[in-house]
């Protein structure tokens, strides 16, 4: 059997790396193709050298643009990479344009489309990204659903015969790189002069969250104002987007920072004292380290998280404070992502309907 993984981003690249080991495991033929949708190495090649996935296969090189013109260069160079391997299955991961065009392009050319997180919605048309997975799950041949709730939503929209419980691959990676980083030093400590739950981790890069000026600015104040230092881990669009503002980040209570590589990420949430994000899957690795989180959104796909104390949304400067400040969440023993072995469920599942 043969699986061609498509990936462009750091969400995807950690889903990717149990993939690959699930695959080489069972002795499945994986090919890799990166579509370079997140270029900047700490976004990127970062995620391949410390989670030991092989190098891609394919790079395409996209780099980034519009959405429109992002998303298309990528289903142009598919097509040749799909015809060159011939795969028995296209995975496509999350919600990104590469999720998109990589499920266009297997469609088009007939090649059998699985969806890997499928069934995720926020039920908010207006971001990209829930048009990306609706649109992907509705293209699939087997859509993989990573929590209960993900197939109920696949169920209720007639998905049912097709769509199948693994549990989230996301959770294999982290819990195996908890255990390795439980013990050891934070350098984000050192680097920044900060002490064990003294500080808040933030990321921020939704273009609702940065399009617009006077949105950014009002976050930005919001997160200077918290009662701790905020690191904030400048992805590459949020800084753009602040310059092209003419916004200051580095105010108050907030400091900059490069991304970190995912072991550096994972030891540094688990020694903070919360996260304040608008990145899906930070939300959810923050519950799963049991981190109380903050979610600058209206909305969210792991409504686990929320429903389990774990995870308030928060939306003006205002609620972000009051968030931020809520007493310790109530602990839990819930696993609603999963034991930790949705990797190999996967591989098991496309050997078992290989055509």
Not at 106 to 121: D, I, Q, S
Not at 234 to 246: I, N, Q, S
Request: net charge negative; aromatic share 4%.
């Amino acid at each position: 059997m043969k699986i061609l993984s498509v990936v462009g981003a750091r969400p995807q690249f950690v889903k990717l790396a149990p993939i690959a080991r699930a695959a080489t495991d069972a002795g499945v033929d994986h090919v890799i193709v990166h579509t370079g949708q997140h270029y900047d190495p700490m976004l990127s090649d970062v995620f391949f050298r410390e989670l030991g996935i092989p190098d891609p296969d394919v790079h395409l090189g996209v780099g980034s643009a519009s959405h429109g013109v992002q998303t298309g260069a990528i289903l142009g160079a598919l097509d040749g990479v799909l015809e060159e391997h011939r795969p028995d299955w296209v995975l496509a991961y999350g919600d990104t344009n590469s999720t998109l065009a990589a499920a266009i392009a297997a469609v088009k050319l007939h090649y059998p489309l699985a969806h890997l997180e499928a069934g995720l919605r926020s039920f908010n048309r207006r971001m990209p990204e829930e048009l990306n997975r609706v649109l992907t799950d509705h293209a699939a041949d087997l859509c993989l659903a990573p929590t209960e709730v993900g197939m109920k939503h696949l169920v209720d929209e007639g998905l049912a015969d097709h769509s199948i419980l693994v549990g989230d691959v996301m959770t294999d990676v982290l819990l195996q790189v908890r255990d390795a980083v439980a013990d050891r030093e934070v350098p984000l400590l050192d680097d920044l002069g900060l002490e064990r739950q003294g500080f808040y981790i933030a990321t921020l890069h939704r273009a609702e969250n940065t399009d617009d000026p006077a949105r950014l600015d009002a976050v930005i104040q919001g997160l200077s104002e918290l009662d701790h230092p905020v690191v904030l881990l400048a992805h590459p669009r949020v800084v753009a987007k602040a310059t092209e503002h003419g916004l200051t980040l580095e105010r108050g209570a907030l400091r900059l920072h490069t991304p970190l590589g995912y072991p550096d990420l994972v030891a540094a949430v688990l020694a903070s004292a919360g996260v304040v994000t608008d990145s899906g899957g930070l939300q959810k690795e923050a519950f799963l380290l049991r981190t109380p989180c903050t979610t600058i959104r209206p909305e969210t796909e792991w409504v686990e998280t929320v429903a389990l104390g774990w995870n308030v949304l928060a939306n003006t400067a205002d609620e972000i404070r009051e968030a931020v400040a809520r007493p310790m969440p109530t602990p839990t023993s819930e696993q609603p992502y999963g034991d930790g072995h949705a990797a190999r469920r996967v591989v098991e599942v496309l050997a078992a309907s290989r055509r």
